[in-house]
């Protein structure tokens, strides 16, 4: 976000007279064509469910429910039923901001929050000599969202001059895709599954964002005085393929999964229309550019102690030092810090899992009891953020019906969070909460 509000303290000091002009060069970020491209979630790409949430989201080895193509396709193979899943997701971040060097950051903390369908699926089992799977899901993977309710920042001008700001931000929107995915039993002991996700918003119009970003500030330039009140409104849409590939054996009580999904390139249009709030002015512009998506690999160990007792770990890289964003010049940025990539790349990243799930029989009718810790840093301005989070999860099982609930907790202290600027950091915590549904024909 503040490599958007660094261009446009650019122009306008740029228009304030030519004796500040080189001051404008200190600010420059990305060009137009590649403005930053801001998410709220966790950046990694992780699947989705209650269930799966509720054991800390070690599910590689586990993959035992309609929502398996998003963690380990190969799992949809145990799924005996034809069956319907739909998955409602709560997410809240809250944001505080530390700095030696900013001390009218404090006071700008910020939280927002957001809800909807996370995940909905149909699965259907059938047999030509093997047992085999087809399902078509969708999943909203990344959350756009975010809200900054008013960030002071005074920025640097040089030759000891300051402009002091104020910025409030708002974006809305997801990015999602709609995934088709085939699983098999090749043996007793072997699953294979495949699935080929679909990032299209011209296809199903479900993998765009919109945000609103007002800075104002005044100040002296050149001994001259200045003032700024300029809004941004961007539209964004976002397109592209890829796949993720899977696999799960089975040895005794230990199952062993694994996962690949493929890096891709998305691509991303944005339309931006921006307006001085001072004079009534405005323009607009529509820039393409690339974002180069990273490739990223998982495996799982699950191991059932009894029929109602197992537990799951799991491991996942993500190679964040491949994820760039190009303009049509064939310039790429860091889309973290949104600096040319020259300056520094993204670090990659391992994040590990441990879950457990323990059933309570009664009947016909099941309650799961389940907990999970997670270790899942992010890609940060300097070099890798680290994240932490808890989980727990119950729900309730009774003839075709499967009812699931989990919340998970996830925060990180002194983090690159919203504002990727030098001797800034922030403490975030963010509070998920998950429910699903699954019936069974």
Avoid: C
Avoid at 327 to 334: H, I, L, P, Q, V
Avoid at 348 to 375: C, H, N, W
Avoid at 421 to 434: A, E
């Amino acid at each position: 976000m503040f490599g958007k509000e660094k261009a446009r303290v650019a122009n306008r000091v740029a228009v304030a007279g030519a004796g500040v002009v080189m001051a404008a060069s200190l600010f420059l970020g990305p060009s137009a064509e590649a403005a930053q491209v801001e998410m709220s979630s966790s950046l990694n790409p992780v699947g989705s469910g209650a269930r799966a949430a509720g054991m800390g989201g070690a599910f590689i080895g586990v993959a035992d429910d309609a929502t398996a193509a998003s963690w380990n396709p190969a799992g949809l193979v145990q799924l005996e039923k034809p069956e319907v899943s739909v998955v409602y997701g709560y997410f809240n971040r809250n944001q505080s901001y530390n700095s030696s060097t900013h001390p009218e950051l404090a006071g700008s903390d910020n939280s927002m929050d957001a809800d909807g369908i996370n995940y909905a699926s149909f699965v259907y089992p059938f047999t030509l000599k093997k047992n085999m799977v087809v399902s078509l899901s969708y999943q909203r993977l990344f959350d756009m969202n975010k809200e900054l309710k008013g960030v002071n920042f005074d920025f640097d001008l040089g030759g000891g001059s300051t402009l002091p700001t104020t910025t409030t931000f708002r974006q809305q929107g997801y990015i999602s895709s709609l995934t088709p995915a085939f699983a098999i039993q090749v043996s007793p002991e072997l699953y294979l599954g495949v699935a080929v996700n679909i990032w299209d918003d011209d296809l199903f119009g479900a993998s765009n964002w919109e945000s609103t970003s007002t800075t104002r500030g005044s100040g002296l330039l050149g001994g001259l005085p200045f003032s700024l009140d300029s809004t941004d409104h961007t539209k964004s849409k976002f397109s592209g393929y890829n796949a993720t590939a899977g696999f799960l054996v089975n040895v005794n009580k230990l199952t062993v999964g694994g996962v690949l999904k493929t890096p891709f390139d998305a691509r991303v249009k944005q339309t931006t229309t921006t307006t001085d709030n001072l004079t009534g002015s405005s323009s607009s512009s529509t820039g393409k550019s690339t974002l180069e998506m990273p490739m990223s690999a998982g495996i799982g160990l699950a191991y059932r102690f009894s029929d109602v007792l197992s537990a799951s770990l799991d491991g996942y890289w993500t190679q964040w030092s491949q994820y760039a964003q190009k303009d049509s010049t064939g310039a790429k940025f860091n889309p973290i810090t949104t600096n040319p990539l020259s300056a520094g790349k993204p670090k990659d990243t391992f994040q590990a899992r441990l879950g457990a799930e323990y059933l309570v029989m009664s009947g016909k009718s099941v309650i799961p009891l389940r907990a999970g810790v997670f270790y899942d840093p992010e890609p940060g301005a300097t070099g890798v953020d680290d994240y932490y989070g808890l989980a727990l999860g119950t729900g309730y099982t009774w003839e075709n019906y499967s009812f699931d609930v989990a919340y998970q907790y996830r925060t990180g202290s002194k983090v690159t969070g919203d504002l990727p600027v030098d001797g800034v950091s922030s403490d975030v915590s963010q509070h998920t909460v998950l429910a699903s549904l699954i019936y069974r024909f």
